[in-house]
Structures are given as structure tokens and as C-alpha cells.
């Protein structure tokens, strides 16, 4: 793993150190027209925000928390990370989602989970040791499938029952101790759906630091069983065609990424489809 430190007296900080200063879970950007920026290593001095913490993420990254009473300077803003990613250029991005995974990291574990004495920084890892019992804590990380069901011409899409907007998105699920991935995803499937799928096909993985996810994407075939959503999970499922395409999920998110593909596969524009917001 890269680095882990503590402040920039631990490490060189560059000219071209981009600092992802999080006030809870909002980022600290400089607004410019359809854009937004992060400070660098000379204009994140010039603001003289005291930090709370703060981690470097390799050479040109420093994760920063600020107190959630901290107001923004003139000319910034705080703003969500989700509705961010349009505006920021895709490398800042993902430097963005990697931050904010270990600014929340480290603030719910200043405590040893085994004796509860204090724990502090490893310098040079990506860790954080109880100075009593010497218990190590690591960056946790939830894998979760995602999966994008074609039956002929159409695809599965269901409303999560805690969205609080109409929007559909492919079925999704954490996988549980013991699980291979592709068993999680034919009970995620089932249990959420009453169906079952064959013939699946590793898509791609995305981190989703909301809070500490890994999605893993795949494609999967229809093989049989009435579609039966489960209320708790479920507001609402159906089997939709390119032509008749709900408000899906946002681009920021693999699901987007898979109901894309699946379009491009139907010979249909995916920026004909309508997202939130």
C-alpha cells in the first residue's frame, strides 16, 4: 500500500499535491463555471484551515477532515462528492473517492475496536495500531455485487425502496461470508427479484466510498422464475426496453455504466436516457 502519514512535516508535499479537504462528507472545491477544482499544495497554505487530520494517499494526494463547524473560504464551497462528478476531471475524481474513504476511515477509528484504548498512524502503511494490545486496523472494504439482467430485448430494473426519487438502477447486494461472488449474485437475484440468472459475465468494479463499498459488476441472462420484487428491498421491478427507459442511475455510478453498455448493444444512444437531478 502507499503511504499513510500523518501531517506534511512526515513527508515531502509536492507543488502538484492535490488536497481533498472534507467538512463531514462534502469537499472543499473552488467553483469555476461547469468545473470545480481542489486546492493544490500552495493554495491549500494560503487557505490556513486547520485540519482535524489528515492523511497522505501517495505522492500527490493528502486526504484532509476539517471540523464540521468550518465554514468555506471566499470564493469555495462545500459541496457533495456525488453531485461532483460531472464537474471534476476524472483523475481528480477517483483521487476524490479514494480520500474520502480514508478521511471517514480514520475518524470512526480513533479507538482499538478489541480493548478501546487509543490507536494511532503507521507510518508507511495504511494503518492504525492500539497502543495497548498492538491490534492493527485496515481501511474496511464491503464487496458488493451489481447486476444487469437481459431477458430478449429487455432488462431488469428495480426502484430501491429507500431512494427517496423514482429512479431505477440494476439489482445490487453485499456479498456474505463464505460467498464466492457468483453465489451472491444468484441469491442477491433471487431474493430480490424471484428470479434466476445464468450465464454470467465479469463487467468491471468501481470503488463507492458511500460509505466503504467495492462494486463488482456483472452481466447475466434471465433462466427462469416469476418476477416477484421483495417490498423490503424493492419499491417497484420491471423488464424495460431501450425504447422505454425509466430515470436511471446517474453516470458517477457503474450501474450507469452497465444500462449504457446495454444500450449501445440495443443500437440506442445512451444520452437519451434520463437521470436524477
Known amino acids: ?41 500552495a493554495g ?29 473560504p471566499a470564493g469555495m464551497a462545500f459541496e457533495n ?39 494511532e498512524r503507521v507510518l508507511g502503511e495504511l494503518a492504525k495500531r492500539c497502543g495497548a494490545c498492538r491490534t492493527s486496523v485496515y481501511p474496511r472494504l464491503s464487496p458488493a455485487v451489481i447486476v444487469l439482467v437481459e431477458r430478449g430485448d429487455t432488462v ?7 431512494f427517496p426519487i423514482a429512479m431505477y438502477s440494476t439489482l445490487a447486494g453485499f456479498v456474505e461470508p463464505g460467498e464466492t461472488l457468483e453465489e451472491a449474485v444468484h441469491r442477491e437475484i433471487r431474493e430480490e427479484s ?17 460509505p466503504d463499498s467495492l462494486m463488482i459488476a456483472f ?5 427462469g422464475g416469476e418476477l416477484r420484487p421483495d417490498p423490503a428491498e424493492l419499491s417497484d ?5 431501450a425504447d422505454d427507459m425509466p430515470v436511471v442511475s446517474p453516470r458517477i455510478s457503474i450501474a450507469r455504466r452497465l444500462i449504457d453498455d446495454w444500450m449501445r448493444r440495443q443500437g440506442v444512444d445512451p444520452d437519451a436516457l434520463r437521470s436524477p437531478g
Open 1 to 41: 500500500m502507499a503511504p499513510g502519514r500523518g501531517t506534511d512535516q512526515d513527508v515531502g508535499v509536492h507543488d502538484d499535491t492535490h488536497y481533498f479537504a472534507f467538512r463531514g462528507r462534502e469537499l472543499l472545491v473552488r467553483p469555476e463555471a461547469a468545473r470545480a477544482r481542489v486546492p493544490d499544495a
Open 44 to 72: 491549500w497554505r494560503a487557505l490556513g484551515l486547520p485540519a482535524v487530520r489528515q492523511n497522505e494517499l501517495g505522492r500527490t494526494t493528502v486526504a484532509v477532515e476539517l471540523a464540521d463547524d468550518v465554514d468555506a
Open 81 to 119: 462528492l456525488r453531485l461532483l462528478h460531472s464537474r471534476l476531471d476524472a483523475p481528480v475524481l477517483g483521487l476524490a473517492v479514494r480520500a474520502v474513504h480514508i478521511v471517514e476511515w480514520d475518524r470512526g477509528n480513533q479507538f482499538c475496536p478489541r480493548c478501546g484504548a487509543a490507536a
Open 156 to 162: 431488469l430494473l428495480g426502484r430501491n425502496a429507500r
Open 194 to 210: 424471484g428470479i434466476e440468472v445464468d450465464g454470467l459475465r465479469y463487467f468491471g468494479s468501481q470503488p463507492w466510498p458511500f
Open 219 to 223: 452481466n447475466a441472462t434471465y433462466a
Open 237 to 241: 421491478a420491471r423488464w424495460f426496453r
